[in-house]
């Protein structure tokens, strides 16, 4: 079983120069997915900075701000369910095979017959394992598709953070020009 991602960072250690945790724009590219996200990063942090936003030292430890949504971590929890439902397919997959493998182990007799036909209205083995493979490859797909849904969920967040910015402007511009 794949383990879910670790819940969101709420702190971040300044890395060597050169590393995604350097500087702020680095932080805020690798936890936020928007290196414009700097600026709160530094605001909820400027007693330990100081007035320079460029004063980061290695090693020094910053409080990253809340978020609603967190497009990494999104993704993160998006992977994880993905390779999860991938890991349930292959072990269908096996499974289905070993069966397969097996072949008529209940015999050609009426006995038989009856337990792969089934008998007396009851279904039987032939109906029965074919509905619990649909039923396990359908879980292993709403998986996989929940792991796109997320996907596309944090997708859509950068688009809508970019609009709201653009709105933004927009109306800075258009009261600038009044």
């Not at 079983?1 to 890395?15: G, I, S």
């Not at 609009?163 to 109306?171: F, M």
Request: net charge negative.
């Amino acid at each position: 079983m794949t383990p879910l991602p670790p819940v969101p960072p709420t702190h971040v250690t300044v890395t060597p120069w050169d590393t995604p945790h350097s500087t702020l724009t680095g932080i805020a590219q690798d936890l936020y997915e928007d290196p414009s996200k700097w600026r709160d990063i530094y605001e909820a942090n400027r007693a330990v900075i100081g007035d320079d936003p460029g004063g980061l030292r290695v090693g020094m430890r910053l409080a990253l701000p809340p978020t609603e949504v967190h497009p990494g971590y999104i993704r993160s929890v998006a992977g994880a369910l993905h390779d999860e439902g991938g890991e349930i397919g292959t072990k269908l997959a096996a499974a289905r095979s070993a069966l397969d493998a097996i072949g008529n182990f209940w015999g050609g007799d009426d006995l038989g017959t009856k337990f792969y036909k089934g008998a007396e209205g009851r279904t039987g083995y032939e109906t029965s394992a074919a509905r619990a493979l649909d039923g396990v490859t359908a879980f292993a797909d709403f998986y996989r598709n929940v792991a796109g849904g997320l996907r596309d969920m944090a997708d859509r967040h950068a688009g809508t953070e970019w609009e709201n910015t653009v709105r933004v402007l927009e109306a800075a511009l258009r009261a600038a020009e009044q």
